[in-house]
């Protein structure tokens, strides 16, 4: 249980961290964010929503109840990423940079499984 229980919160942290680290700049409009959104062929006035629903979901993965409103952080920090690689590699083709995708989407999964080993066990 105790080891469970460590790796869920190391690897939820990491990903907490990475998706809190990308959902600032979104909430502040960072020049660089803007560009990047705006490229990829979406409105200005999404950023700031994205970056905020990635923020609530982050503090909802982290707080150690509501399990429901975890479910849906999940969800929806997972469709974040896929739709983000998806609109990447639609706009500019398939490039080798893409693939660190894989690895905030791992850590999504990885945290995922371990909540529900927590959960099982205790």
């Known amino acids: 249980m105790k080891k ?10 990491i990903f907490g961290a990475f998706m ?3 959902a600032i700049p979104d909430i502040l409009l960072v020049p660089e964010a803007v560009t990047m959104v705006t490229g990829l062929g979406y409105p200005k ?8 629903a ?3 979901g982050v503090v909802a993965i982290l707080i150690p109840s509501f399990n429901r409103i ?9 469709f974040d990423l896929i739709g983000a690689a998806y609109s990447i590699i639609s ?13 905030p ?4 999964f990885l945290s995922h499984y371990l909540w529900h080993q927590k959960k099982e066990t205790v």
């Open 45 to 52: 006035y999404i950023i700031p929503f994205l970056g905020v």
């Open 70 to 78: 975890k479910e849906w952080a999940y969800a929806g920090l997972f």
């Open 91 to 103: 706009k500019e083709g398939f490039q080798p940079q893409i693939t660190f995708m894989v690895l």
């Open 20 to 22: 809190l680290f990308s």
């Open 105 to 108: 989407i791992a850590f999504l």
């Open 4 to 13: 469970i229980n460590i790796a869920y919160w190391v690897i939820t942290g």
């Open 54 to 56: 990635k923020a609530l």
